[in-house]
């Protein structure tokens, strides 16, 4: 199964940007799906957003629709969440997910341990 290894998060101004990345370990992302979730303190964890990794395919939340974008990067064998514009209520533990595309139709079944990303005014 399929390991993941979070890294780019950390504190920005509002406004700022910042990378997230999702590394593959154990096998690679071919015919996954590859998401991002986000949980702030007190409150659900929230999908962001995912990307089919063999179609390029994403779906994004209205949330961060416009602001957040996901790519992949085959050579490196990782999902970025590109996050602009951010905003102090997007504030939370970003976690990396993922699960095989065929099982399109149920919860993700694999995490990360989550990266805080803290967004101050």
């Known amino acids: 199964q399929v390991q993941l290894v979070e890294s780019g998060g950390g504190l920005v101004q509002a406004g700022g940007s910042l990378r997230l990345a999702c590394a593959a370990s154990?096998?690679?992302?071919?015919?996954?799906?590859v998401g991002w979730f986000r949980q702030a303190s007190g409150k659900e964890r929230e999908f962001v957003g995912e990307?089919?990794?063999?179609?390029?395919?994403?779906s994004s939340a209205a949330s961060v629709r416009g602001r957040f974008s996901i790519a992949r990067d085959g050579a490196k064998n990782t999902v970025y969440l590109q996050m602009n514009s951010l905003k102090p209520e997007d504030t939370a533990v970003y976690y990396c997910?993922?699960?095989?595309?065929?099982?399109?139709?149920?919860?993700?079944?694999?995490w990360g341990q989550g990266t805080q990303v803290t967004v101050s005014s």
């Open positions: 997910v993922a699960k095989m595309a065929s099982r399109y139709r149920d919860p993700y079944d694999t």
């Open positions: 154990g096998r690679t992302f071919s015919s996954m799906i």
């Open positions: 990307i089919n990794w063999n179609t390029g395919i994403t």
